[in-house]
């Protein structure tokens, strides 16, 4: 099997490093939400409620340190920083509609409820 080494990590297989730069509970659903529009962190933080504000930093910058996303910082009192999309994350969008198709499908086969 091959296995490969990325920021000291021990990869086994492509889905596992993929999965470990865009996976998790938070990363796709602020990716998602930046997908057609910048938004500023507190637009985020509102959008997306039950996030804390410790959790939401980190993985905003995880996702800009991997150049998922840019982070423009404007010299204002007080601090403006606006959230983008990059190239890199864009790509990840498609595979995120598709993971969020198949959990819509299978929140109907559980019954379990939901908005479409």
Do not use: C
């Not at 500023?40 to 998922?68: A, N, V, W």
């Not at 982070?71 to 999309?85: D, G, L, N």
């Amino acid at each position: 099997m091959p296995e490969f080494l990325y920021n000291k990590k021990l990869y086994y297989n492509p889905v596992e490093f993929a999965m470990g730069r865009i996976g998790g509970t938070w990363k796709m659903p602020i990716l998602w939400r930046l997908k057609d529009k910048t938004l500023r962190y507190g637009e985020l933080k509102k959008d997306i409620p039950h996030i804390t504000h410790k959790m939401l930093t980190s993985q905003l910058r995880e996702l800009e340190e991997e150049d998922f996303i840019n982070r423009k910082v404007f010299p204002v009192v007080p601090p403006k920083v606006e959230y983008s999309i990059t190239e890199r994350g864009r790509r990840s969008i498609q595979i995120i509609e598709s993971i969020r198709a198949y959990g819509l499908e299978l929140m109907d086969e559980f019954k379990v409820e939901h908005k479409k």
